[in-house]
């Protein structure tokens, strides 16, 4: 198995998953949802894998990975299925738990499944080769929604998206082999011994490491459930919507491509530190804009800022994994992330509620300005 094969499946899911959050957004303040509404649906895409982050990655260190890529690509399925049923914003809700629930499931196994594929120095590439794939499936979702709703209307918009994880559900229905890559690493748990999970954390770097990547990634779900609302509030329609957001997916991209190269240059913390600095310059001056040429060009240098956060996170938490417990660690990074993803928009849908989306912006950019300054340290 290629690691190409896994981020193809991965395309699929995460192309849903982020598509997803352009739809359930606009279509909650279609339907007439306040600001304070919209942070919460964004929270909820955060609840379930705040509960189910650890108990994920146990369950694929034990388990193997296919059952819970299965798990996670039906979970996905009948979150899509949900919304095309029950367009109402109970129905919305609905879907951001268990679209929430399937990505954490997917996520957690994709990713130990990345770092056991090949020998150990092909590692920080395949981590870097499964980020570009997001990437692009970062592009494709929220590009692919914005034009689906203009001409087809939410409803078909969440039966287009339905097809989406019905090719990584096949692969790993007919293909039981697809994920062997991780039997040896499920072997390893099943001697590992039963330990603590949050004993992980009595290790600093791995505790700061943990942190960063949750206020980090906080910033860039933010953008990803804001830039709609933002857009919204200044009457862009939206198809130029999905293409800021699209534009902001493509320098992620760019910066994965050449991140091999960054680090023969740079330390990890350098590039961590200098690169979310630029992305919060680029987050303050944001809501100044309000042409979509001047916002795609924001978003492309906010995309730039972030994009190399996650692979470099991803491949120093496996590496700082003990024996058979990769998956824990990258649930427990992940419940990180989602413990920031939760109250994050909370507060900024509490805070755009009362002063309009700006200002959530510029929290946005404050927290990545802290975020630059510890991974410096």
Same mark, same amino acid.
């Given at each position: 198995?290629?690691?190409?094969?896994?981020?193809?499946?991965?395309?699929?899911?995460?192309?849903?998953?982020?598509?997803?959050?352009?739809?359930?957004?606009?279509?909650?303040?279609?339907?007439?949802?306040?600001?304070?509404?919209?942070?919460?649906?964004?929270?909820?895409?955060?609840?379930?894998?705040?509960?189910?982050?650890?108990?994920?990655?146990?369950?694929?260190?034990?388990?193997?990975?296919?059952?819970?890529?299965?798990?996670?690509?039906?979970?996905?399925?009948?979150?899509?299925?949900?919304?095309?049923?029950?367009?109402?914003?109970?129905?919305?809700?609905?879907?951001?738990?268990?679209?929430?629930?399937?990505?954490?499931?997917?996520?957690?196994s994709v990713q130990t499944l990345a770092g056991a594929i090949g020998r150990p120095?092909?590692?920080?590439?395949?981590?870097?080769?499964?980020?570009?794939?997001?990437?692009?499936?970062?592009?494709?979702?929220?590009?692919?929604?914005?034009?689906?709703?203009?001409?087809?209307?939410?409803?078909?918009?969440?039966?287009?998206?339905?097809?989406?994880?019905?090719?990584?559900?096949?692969i790993l229905t007919f293909k039981p082999g697809f994920t062997r890559a991780g039997?040896?690493?499920?072997?390893?748990?099943?001697?590992?011994?039963?330990?603590?999970?949050?004993?992980?954390?009595?290790?600093?770097?791995?505790r700061r490491l943990i942190f960063i990547s949750g206020l980090s990634v906080a910033?860039?779900?933010?953008?990803?459930?804001?830039?709609?609302?933002?857009?919204?509030?200044?009457?862009?329609?939206?198809?130029? !919507? =999905? &293409?800021? /957001?699209?534009?902001?997916?493509? #320098?992620?991209? *760019?910066?994965?491509?050449?991140? $091999?190269? +960054?680090?023969?240059?740079?330390?990890?913390?350098?590039?961590?530190?200098?690169?979310?600095?630029?992305?919060?310059?680029?987050?303050?001056?944001?809501?100044?804009?309000?042409?979509?040429?001047?916002?795609?060009?924001?978003?492309?240098?906010?995309?730039?800022?972030?994009?190399?956060?996650?692979?470099?996170?991803?491949?120093?938490?496996?590496?700082?994994?003990?024996?058979?417990?990769?998956?824990?660690? !990258? =649930? &427990?990074? /992940?419940?990180?992330?989602?413990? #920031?993803?939760? *109250?994050?928009?909370?507060?900024? $849908?509490? +805070?755009?509620?009362?002063?309009?989306?700006?200002?959530?912006?510029?929290?946005?950019?404050?927290?990545?300005?802290?975020?630059?300054?510890?991974?410096?340290?």
């Open positions: 198995m290629s690691i190409f094969a896994v981020i193809a499946i991965s395309m699929g899911i995460h192309s849903c998953y982020v598509g997803s959050k352009v739809i359930v957004s606009l279509s909650a303040l279609t339907l007439g949802a306040s600001q304070f509404n919209v942070g919460l649906l964004a929270a909820c895409y955060a609840l379930m894998p705040l509960m189910l982050g650890v108990f994920s990655g146990r369950l694929a260190d034990r388990k193997g990975m296919r059952l819970p890529l299965l798990l996670g690509a039906g979970l996905t399925f009948i979150a899509m299925l949900s919304g095309f049923l029950w367009h109402a914003l109970p129905g919305l809700f609905t879907v951001a738990l268990l679209m929430g629930a399937g990505f954490v499931f997917f996520n957690v120095e092909h590692r920080t590439r395949n981590f870097a080769w499964l980020s570009i794939g997001y990437s692009a499936s970062s592009l494709l979702g929220p590009v692919i929604a914005g034009f689906s709703i203009e001409h087809l209307g939410f409803t078909w918009t969440f039966l287009l998206f339905l097809t989406f994880p019905l090719a990584p559900l096949a039997k040896a690493a499920a072997a390893a748990a099943a001697h590992a011994g039963e330990h603590r999970t949050f004993d992980l954390l009595k290790d600093p770097p791995l910033s860039a779900e933010l953008f990803a459930f804001y830039v709609p609302v933002f857009t919204h509030e200044i009457g862009l329609s939206a198809s130029r !919507t =999905g &293409l800021i /957001l699209g534009s902001y997916a493509c #320098a992620v991209a *760019v910066t994965r491509l050449f991140l $091999g190269k +960054l680090m023969k240059w740079l330390t990890v913390q350098q590039i961590m530190a200098w690169f979310l600095l630029l992305a919060a310059c680029a987050f303050a001056v944001f809501p100044l804009m309000h042409s979509a040429s001047a916002l795609m060009a924001t978003a492309f240098v906010i995309g730039l800022g972030v994009g190399a956060t996650q692979p470099l996170l991803m491949t120093v938490s496996y590496e700082r994994s003990p024996a058979g417990r990769t998956g824990e660690v !990258t =649930g &427990l990074r /992940l419940t990180a992330n989602n413990l #920031a993803r939760m *109250v994050m928009p909370i507060l900024c $849908g509490a +805070l755009g509620a009362s002063f309009g989306a700006s200002p959530v912006f510029w929290m946005n950019a404050v927290n990545l300005l802290f975020t630059s300054y510890l991974s410096r340290r």
